[in-house]
T-cell receptor, first 111, second 115 residues
Framework: TQLLEQSPQFLSIQEGENLTVYCNSS?????LQWYRQEPGEGPVLLVT?????EVKKLKRLTFQFGDARKDSSLHITAAQPGDTGLYLC???????????FGRGTSLIVHP | DAGITQSPRHKVTETGTPVTLRCHQT?????MYWYRQDPGHGLRLIHY???????DKGEVSDGYSVSRSKTEDFLLTLESATSSQTSVYFC??????????????FGEGSWLTVV
């Protein structure tokens, strides 16, 4: 059973389009992180959200943590080819220091 | 970039042979993790360590063992490699508990092929 469900699994869009990636769970998370992974490399942290309802922006990326801390979303405005990669969400419950990762959303942005 | 070095980066080995992957960190972080990443499964935790000689199993630990004799080194051993262990292996480190919002830093990965 996957603790964190990410959707969609794959996304292929044209440059300039907007998109949203979702990370959902039936569990409450004390914190949730989003990572981006490029081919041949390890995941790199984009953002950490810890407060229910929290919204964080990173240039054209907007991250939101659900009020109940069970879900999160990543919205990209005016996607660019450089946004291409695998987007992963990871969360931990309670006081755990062991994160669980979603299976990822593979994004391709065509020029 | 976090100071994490994985070795070897690429390896091809035969079924039944032992394999050891090494993770070396220069950040003096307490927590170290070994993950494997496979299509359709995402990142799955194999083993982790919360201090020198303190290790525990993750969700896919069968067929793997680990050792941590120094803060900076975390070794992953496949005692007798099988084709199902063909994968990309990532080492990760963290200075504190994930639930506290501490960042996990990943190495660049080790590509292992078992033939």
């Amino acid at each position: 059973t996957q603790l964190l469900e990410q959707s969609p699994q794959f996304l292929s869009i044209q440059e300039g389009e907007n998109l949203t990636v979702y990370c959902n769970s039936s569990s409450v998370f004390s914190s949730l992180q989003w990572y981006r992974q490029e081919p041949g490399e390890g995941p790199v942290l984009l953002v950490t959200v810890v407060t229910g309802g929290e919204v964080k922006k990173l240039k054209r990326l907007t991250f939101q943590f659900g009020d109940a801390r069970k879900d999160s979303s990543l919205h990209i405005t005016a996607a660019q080819p450089g946004d291409t990669g695998l987007y992963l969400c990871a969360g931990a419950t309670g006081g755990s220091y062991i994160p669980t990762f979603g299976r990822g959303t593979s994004l391709i942005v065509h020029p | 970039d976090a100071g994490i070095t994985q070795s070897p980066r690429h390896k091809v080995t035969e079924t039944g042979t032992p394999v050891t992957l090494r993770c070396h960190q220069t950040e003096n972080h307490r927590y170290m993790y070994w993950y494997r990443q496979d299509p359709g499964h995402g990142l799955r935790l194999i083993h982790y360590s919360y201090g020198v000689k303190d290790t525990d199993k993750g969700e896919v630990s069968d067929g793997y063992s680990v050792s941590r004799s120094k803060t900076e080194d975390f070794l992953l051993t496949l005692e007798s490699a099988t084709s199902s262990q063909t994968s990309v292996y990532f080492c990760a480190i963290s200075g504190g508990g994930f639930s506290s919002g501490n960042t996990i830093y990943f190495g660049e990965g080790s590509w292992l092929t078992v033939v």
